[in-house]
């Protein structure tokens, strides 16, 4: 009988921690993808329903990641001291009834206000708990997980763009709306219970943890007492800081490839052809990018994957200079890369620099990221309109991805946080 127990507990330490993945990865893009990336898709609806601009309805950006921002430094407390699954379940349910009222908003300041009631929801199911959640429940193959829940993300995306953009045409926006509060309910609920922040919660050990280990990890799982002022100004906090806030900017350069394709004469075809190969390529680089950075470990994998991020931007100053499509196509595949940097690749780096203050740390780096991100586009977007040459904004990428680089080497090299 106690044979039979240990078995079955074998098997649910195995089975557990990537049901895991998977749940933390559903609640992410149910809860912040869906209405920070997929949102765009209800801008041009929501500016005719609310007799509106569309400089107005999207002040709902600088709201939701305000918002966002604002709850991200107290995930990491709220975690330790509340049940996560009672977390998760609060926000599933607080965000389906917020989507529900997007469906009946009238007014502008109804859009503003469940912008901010929906960025808290994102928060708590978002990126950085994925990340603390997953770093306590890996030993073993812990860049696999981190970008295997980013691959449950790029499914989701890939699925549901189309799909939204077909019932929006026939359902009309409102209908839309409905639609994903029921879905957000019937697939949130079910991750939302399965969610725990360690697997000593359940009884469980860390996936990949021996016997012999497993003093050491009951004692060690939860991140030591740390004054935040000492993990702020410590070396390994600027060093992951600044590498956040240069991959921020170079992977949301992407946004603007429509209208660089259109401003140099290659058409809007071609532009929506750069997003599509990006859509494309993802389904292989993604598990591509899972599987070197656990073999190699990220002090190997990540200069390599950052350099070949970087052939973006020489290839788009050919493409611009020789005006030749096929580069600028090509290209997408480096801007592809930059976004699995920009995801799994963050969580790898700051998990691997960061040590023992992973959890705080990371969580106060993304509320910085998180603001700066808001402003990414129009700051790319001023280099352009100031100098409008694209060359200079693609130099920029340049200059953005060799800084990461450096931050690569110092930080693996003379900063790594034991």
């Known amino acids: 009988m106690f044979i039979g127990k240990n078995i079955r507990e074998s098997k649910l330490a195995r089975i557990y921690p990537w049901l895991i993945v998977l ?3 559903l ?3 149910l809860l ?3 209405y920070t990336l997929l949102f765009s898709l209800f801008l041009n609806p929501l500016v005719e329903s609310l007799n509106s601009r569309m400089s107005i309805v999207a002040l709902y950006y600088t709201l939701i990641s305000f918002s966002i921002s604002a709850m991200l430094p107290i995930i990491n407390r709220v975690i330790d001291r509340i049940s996560l699954s009672k977390i998760t379940l609060t926000a599933v349910i607080v965000g389906t009834i917020s989507i529900w009222l997007f469906s009946k908003i009238n007014r502008i300041w109804e859009l503003y206000f469940l912008a901010i009631v929906v960025g808290i929801c994102s928060a708590t199911c978002g990126t950085v708990v994925q990340g603390i959640v997953l770093n306590n429940w890996f030993t073993k193959r812990k860049n696999f997980a981190f970008t295997m829940g980013s691959f449950v993300s790029t499914i989701y995306l890939l699925i549901m763009t189309p799909l939204i953009t077909y019932l929006i045409n026939i359902c009309g926006w409102r ?3 409905l639609i994903l509060a029921w879905m957000t309910l019937i697939l949130g609920v079910p991750c939302a219970l399965l969610m725990k ?8 050990k860390p996936y990949g943890i021996s016997d012999d280990e497993t003093g050491k990890t009951d004692k060690g799982y939860l991140a030591k007492k740390v004054n935040p002022k000492k993990i702020i100004f410590s070396r390994p906090f600027i060093i992951t800081l600044i590498f956040f806030i240069a991959i921020t900017f170079a992977s949301n350069m992407s946004q603007l490839f429509p209208t660089y394709a259109v401003k140099v004469g290659f058409g809007a075809t071609v532009g929506g052809l750069m997003e599509t190969i990006m859509t494309g390529v993802d389904i292989l680089i993604t598990p591509l990018f899972a599987i070197t950075t656990e073999k190699f470990g990220g002090k190997k994998a990540l200069p390599v994957w950052t350099f070949l991020g970087l052939c973006t931007f020489p290839l788009l100053i050919l493409a611009t200079n020789k005006h030749i499509e096929a580069f600028a196509l090509i290209s997408a595949i480096g801007a592809d890369i930059l976004t699995d940097i920009y995801g799994p690749g963050e969580q790898i780096f700051a998990k691997d620099i960061l040590g023992t203050n992973f959890a ?6 993304n509320s ?3 603001l700066v991100g808001a402003f990414a586009v129009p700051a790319v977007s001023l280099v352009y309109e100031l100098s409008l040459n694209w060359n200079f904004v693609f130099m920029l990428g340049i200059g953005l991805l060799v800084l990461m680089l450096i931050m690569l080497a110092y930080g693996y090299c003379k900063v790594k946080n034991k």
Request: aromatic share 14%; proline share 3%.
């Open 23 to 25: 749940a933390s990865g």
């Open 27 to 29: 609640l992410m893009s």
């Open 32 to 34: 912040e993808y869906t």
């Open 175 to 177: 209908q839309t709306m």
């Open 197 to 204: 922040a360690s697997p000593q919660m359940i009884g469980l």
């Open 360 to 365: 705080k740390g990371y969580s106060y780096i």
């Open 368 to 370: 910085i990221t998180y």
